[in-house]
């Protein structure tokens, strides 16, 4: 059970458009398309962003979306906002009840 | 709306045990799978294992495999985790979240939608 393997960090200017990777192996993002990411602020708890690679929960801005191919999954956010500077995480189903989590990426907005 | 209400922060000595509650609401509690999740100072997310809906069920990950219990009280909606034998390197704030889960012949879909605040505990001499 490894973590997901994200970039431990990530930058753009107010209004770019940045992209966050996930890659894991043939175990997890290659058996499940079950994978869902999670936005963190400093001293808070996690909050989804996406799940089933692509779909956003009501009240979570379309500046986020997600992708996948192959065994990697990806998270887009664009229009890049300060407010968006926080810890990302992945998560996929591997099997047999079990999970994972990414290693986490921060982003900075500079 | 929901709700996940967690303990609060406790110090233990190395070798002691801790057990975190996480009181739920507004929804149907039998229906849902709970897990618990970690994060140490400074580090990313650990999934730590899960109680199927009914409280039947358990899986932990492997390296908390023995030392970890987690059970359910459907009377309360009430999910607990338990961690013994501590050692300072389980300083950490421990999450319990609710997994929605959809599951088909061929492939299951799941996701972590609610989230208690944290509880952080301190293992320490």
């Known amino acids: 059970q490894s973590a997901l393997t994200q970039p431990a960090s990530v930058s753009g200017s107010p209004g770019q458009s940045i992209t966050i990777s996930c890659t894991g192996t043939?175990?997890?993002?290659?058996?499940?398309?079950?994978v869902s990411w999670y936005q963190q602020h400093p001293g808070r708890a996690p909050q989804l962003l996406i799940y089933?690679?692509?779909t956003r929960p009501s009240g979570v801005s379309d500046r986020f979306s997600g992708s996948m191919s192959g065994i990697t999954a990806s998270l887009t956010i664009s229009g890049l906002q300060t407010e968006d500077e926080a810890d990302y995480y992945c998560?996929?189903?591997?099997?047999?009840?079990?999970?994972?989590f990414g290693t986490g990426t921060k982003v900075t907005v500079l | 709306q929901v709700q996940l209400v967690q303990s609060g922060a406790e110090v233990k000595k190395p070798g002691a045990s801790v057990k975190v509650s996480c009181k739920t609401s507004g929804y149907t509690f039998t229906h849902f799978d709970m897990h618990w999740v970690r994060q140490a100072p400074g580090q990313g997310l650990e999934w730590m294992g899960i109680i199927n809906h009914s409280g039947d069920r358990t899986t932990y990950a492997q390296k908390f495999q023995g030392r970890i219990t987690v059970t359910r009280d459907s009377s309360t909606s009430t999910v607990y985790m338990d961690l013994s034998s501590l050692r300072s390197e389980d300083t950490a704030v421990y999450y319990c979240?609710?997994?929605?889960?959809?599951?088909?012949?061929?492939?299951?879909?799941?996701?972590?939608?609610?989230w208690g605040q944290g509880t952080l505990v301190t293992v320490a001499s």
């Open positions: 089933d690679v692509t």
């Open positions: 979240t609710r997994s929605f889960s959809f599951i088909v012949v061929d492939a299951s879909y799941h996701h972590f939608d609610y």
């Open positions: 998560s996929s189903y591997s099997g047999g009840d079990t999970f994972v």
């Open positions: 043939r175990s997890d993002l290659g058996t499940f398309a079950s």
